[in-house]
């Protein structure tokens, strides 16, 4: 089984065909093709191959499912006797892919 392991948004995932992963928001439509160029290491029938930092050539093709955002996350702080209090809320937006390819390079 081929898989690679890339880095977006400043997180790493390793991923293979038809893998469905949560990436940082990316600047692409419903039914784009987007491709990660920060391969950092890929593993075919002939062997792993890992890049210094990353891989020339290697690249992974996805393609975006949805553009949303994960469910609310409160924020609250107190601080104990100080009559103070402070609730925030806080949605982060993501970008759903299918991985379709991955090219060695």
Same mark, same amino acid.
């Given at each position: 089984?081929? %898989?690679?392991?890339?880095?977006?948004?400043? &997180?790493?995932? &390793?991923?293979?065909?038809?893998?469905? !992963?949560?990436?940082?928001?990316?600047?692409?439509?419903?039914?784009? &093709?987007?491709?990660?160029?920060?391969?950092?290491?890929?593993?075919?029938?002939?062997?792993?191959?890992?890049?210094?930092?990353?891989?020339?050539?290697?690249?992974?093709?996805?393609?975006?499912?949805?553009?949303?955002?994960?469910?609310?996350?409160? !924020?609250?702080?107190?601080? &104990?006797?100080?009559? %103070?209090?402070?609730? @925030?809320?806080? @949605?982060?937006?993501?970008?759903?892919?299918?991985?379709?390819?991955?090219?060695?390079?």
């Amino acid at each position: 089984m081929s %898989y690679a392991v890339i880095t977006t948004g400043g &997180k790493q995932h &390793k991923v293979a065909v038809g893998d469905q !992963i949560r990436v940082e928001t990316l600047e692409a439509a419903v039914g784009d &093709k987007v491709t990660f160029e920060e391969v950092l290491a890929v593993n075919t029938e002939d062997g792993l191959k890992v890049g210094r930092p990353t891989l020339k050539g290697a690249r992974v093709v996805a393609r975006v499912l949805t553009q949303d955002k994960a469910p609310k996350v409160i !924020i609250f702080k107190k601080k &104990k006797r100080k009559q %103070y209090r402070r609730t @925030r809320g806080h @949605r982060q937006g993501f970008t759903a892919v299918v991985v379709e390819e991955i090219h060695a390079g």
